[in-house]
C-alpha cells in the first residue's frame, strides 16, 4: 500500500494533478451542458396524444365571478377532432362546466345560437366518466358535461352564444376548410 508521500512526491505534483483533474471536469461539464440544452424542440415527445392536441387547439375558455364564486367554461369544438366520431352533419361542441360550489343552474343550458341560429339545435348532458366527456382538456369528475349539436354551417367562422340563467358568453371558433 502506497503512503501519501509516495503518491506526491512534492506539493507541485499535487497541485499540478488537481489541476489536470479540475480541466478535464470543466471540459466534460461543458461538453454535457452542451450537448444537453442542444436538444431539438421538435424532436422532444409530446405527452399529449393526437387527439388531446386537436382538443387543446379546439378548447375555447370563459371565467365569470359572481357573487364572489367562480364560474369555469371550458367549449371544446368537436368536430375536428378524428377520434371523438363524431356526425359531420353536426356542428358538435362539448361544454365543461366548473363552479367552485354546486349550484343548480349548471344541471341545464337556456339558450344557445351558433351564427346567430337557434332552430335545430340540441344539447343533453354527458356523463362525466363517458369516453366523449374525457376530450375536454381539462377533465375532471367534478365538472358538468354537455354536448351541443348544430346544424352544419359551411361557413369558416362560428360563434356560438350561450345563455345560463343570468350568464351570457359567446365563443368564436375557426374551421379548417380545407380538410
Given at each position: 500500500?502506497?503512503?501519501?508521500?509516495?503518491?506526491?512526491?512534492?506539493?507541485?505534483?499535487?497541485?499540478?494533478?488537481?489541476?489536470?483533474?479540475?480541466?478535464?471536469?470543466?471540459?466534460?461539464?461543458?461538453?454535457?451542458?452542451?450537448?444537453?440544452?442542444?436538444?431539438k424542440?421538435?424532436?422532444?415527445?409530446?405527452?399529449?396524444?393526437?387527439?388531446?392536441?386537436?382538443?387543446?387547439?379546439?378548447?375555447?375558455?370563459k371565467?365569470?365571478?359572481?357573487?364572489?364564486?367562480?364560474?369555469?367554461?371550458?367549449?371544446?369544438?368537436?368536430?375536428?377532432?378524428?377520434?371523438?366520431?363524431?356526425?359531420?352533419?353536426?356542428?358538435?361542441f362539448?361544454?365543461?362546466?366548473?363552479?367552485?360550489?354546486?349550484?343548480?343552474?349548471?344541471?341545464?343550458i337556456?339558450?344557445i345560437?351558433?351564427?346567430?341560429?337557434?332552430?335545430?339545435?340540441?344539447?343533453?348532458?354527458?356523463?362525466?366518466?363517458?369516453?366523449?366527456?374525457?376530450?375536454?382538456?381539462?377533465?375532471?369528475?367534478?365538472?358538468?358535461?354537455?354536448?351541443?349539436?348544430?346544424?352544419?354551417?359551411?361557413?369558416?367562422?362560428?360563434?356560438?352564444?350561450?345563455?345560463?340563467?343570468?350568464?351570457?358568453?359567446?365563443?368564436?371558433?375557426?374551421?379548417?376548410?380545407?380538410?
Open positions: 500500500m502506497l503512503s501519501k508521500k509516495q503518491c506526491f512526491k512534492s506539493k507541485k505534483d499535487k497541485i499540478s494533478f488537481l489541476g489536470v483533474c479540475m480541466r478535464y471536469f470543466l471540459i466534460f461539464a461543458l461538453l454535457l451542458v452542451f450537448f444537453g440544452c442542444n436538444a424542440y421538435e424532436n422532444r415527445k409530446s405527452s399529449l396524444n393526437k387527439a388531446q392536441e386537436q382538443a387543446l387547439i379546439n378548447t375555447r375558455k371565467e365569470f365571478t359572481k357573487k364572489g364564486k367562480r364560474f369555469l367554461f371550458l367549449v371544446t369544438y368537436l368536430n375536428p377532432i378524428k377520434q371523438a366520431n363524431i356526425d359531420n352533419a353536426y356542428e358538435t362539448l361544454i365543461n362546466l366548473y363552479a367552485s360550489k354546486e349550484y343548480k343552474f349548471l344541471s341545464s337556456d339558450a345560437s351558433l351564427n346567430g341560429k337557434s332552430k335545430g339545435i340540441i344539447s343533453h348532458g354527458v356523463d362525466r366518466f363517458s369516453s366523449l366527456a374525457k376530450f375536454s382538456p381539462s377533465y375532471n369528475k367534478w365538472g358538468r358535461y354537455f354536448l351541443i349539436k348544430a346544424p352544419y354551417q359551411g361557413v369558416k367562422n362560428l360563434k356560438l352564444i350561450i345563455e345560463i340563467e343570468d350568464l351570457s358568453f359567446e365563443l368564436d371558433f375557426l374551421k379548417d376548410m380545407l380538410k
